[in-house]
């Protein structure tokens, strides 16, 4: 097998430059975990240059003729190819438990939900680094005070230090997307627990951003707080102008409230 077909429904983008493959893989500092998962390999550019690396490398590729390509092309990968969709794999089927990395360069159609599944394992996820569409990349990078800042800028940013590191051009693909790229980094926070429940956090954060251009007091309406709680200062504030530690005390005062 030459070469695999990108598909369209797959959202496959093959990159084809080498120094900018190299460049991803060698975001990640390899500390506190012995193994990475890259997502999406399609033929393997970024992957030949994991594999360099002293850690285990894992990919997961939902093309059945990508796993071909691979397992023909790739030899230090035998045993080592998952061939299922990390959006529902369960990923303790090869890690168990143990700290690991995820790497890739990503589907854009995916791409968001890939984050929030990455949220999920948290607790074993230290490092995080790939390519988005630039948007996307900077959206989860943003600070508050933004249009581009939003729900996924506050709860990646509640666990982990975000980092956008470079852009990358149409044509630097097969076939050349539309839209720049953005490659970005996450390193987990040492304290990345909440002193609030996590899931009124995500409910909260969720809620504040859906009506945006509203005061907290109108956007968390249907959280029934009290009139007193309401009164609170913070809610004359639009969610845009919160960061996460004010996001975090929002969440504290609805939890006090009985909520």
Same mark, same amino acid.
């Given at each position: 097998m030459e070469k695999v077909t990108a598909k369209k429904h797959l959202g496959q983008h093959f990159l084809k430059d080498e120094s900018i493959a190299k460049d991803i893989a060698d975001?990640?500092?390899l500390e506190g975990y012995e193994d990475i998962l890259e997502i999406g390999p399609g033929m393997g550019v970024l992957t030949k240059y994991l594999l360099g690396k002293p850690v285990n490398t894992y990919v997961i590729e939902i093309d059945t003729e990508s796993v071909t390509y691979?397992?023909?092309?790739? &030899?230090?990968? +035998?045993? !080592?190819?998952?061939? +299922?969709? #990390?959006? +529902?794999?369960?990923?303790?089927?090869? #890690?168990?438990?143990?700290? #690991?990395a995820i790497i890739g360069n990503f &589907?854009?159609?995916?791409?968001?939900?890939? $984050? %929030? !599944?990455?949220?999920?394992?948290?607790?074993?996820? &230290? =490092? %995080?680094?790939?390519?988005f569409q630039k948007e996307v990349a900077q959206r989860i990078c943003e600070k508050k005070g933004t249009k581009a800042y939003g729900i996924l800028s506050v709860? $990646?940013?509640? %666990?982990?230090?975000? =980092?956008?590191? %470079?852009? $990358?051009? =149409?044509? $630097?693909f097969i076939p050349p997307p539309k839209v720049k790229s953005g490659v970005l980094r996450l390193r987990r926070k040492k304290d990345y627990s909440l002193p609030c429940g996590e899931k009124l956090f995500f409910t909260v954060v969720k809620t504040a951003f859906q009506?945006? !251009?509203?005061?907290?007091?109108?956007?968390? +309406?249907?959280?029934?707080?009290?009139d007193s709680l309401r009164e609170d200062r913070i809610f004359d504030?639009? &969610? =845009?102008?919160?960061?996460v530690e004010q996001f975090i005390e929002l969440t504290q005062k609805i939890e006090a409230d009985g909520v």
């Open positions: 975001t990640l500092n691979l397992d023909q092309n790739y &030899p230090k990968l +035998k045993d !080592r190819i998952i061939s +299922k969709d #990390f959006l +529902k794999y369960n990923i303790n089927d090869i #890690f168990e438990g143990k700290q #690991f &589907p854009y159609n995916i791409s968001t939900q890939i $984050v %929030f !599944r990455t949220l999920e394992y948290r607790d074993q996820i &230290p =490092e %995080f680094a790939g390519m709860l $990646v940013q509640a %666990f982990y230090d975000a =980092e956008y590191l %470079f852009t $990358v051009d =149409e044509n $630097v009506q945006r !251009r509203k005061t907290l007091r109108n956007s968390l +309406k249907t959280l029934n707080l009290s504030l639009r &969610p =845009e102008q919160l960061n």
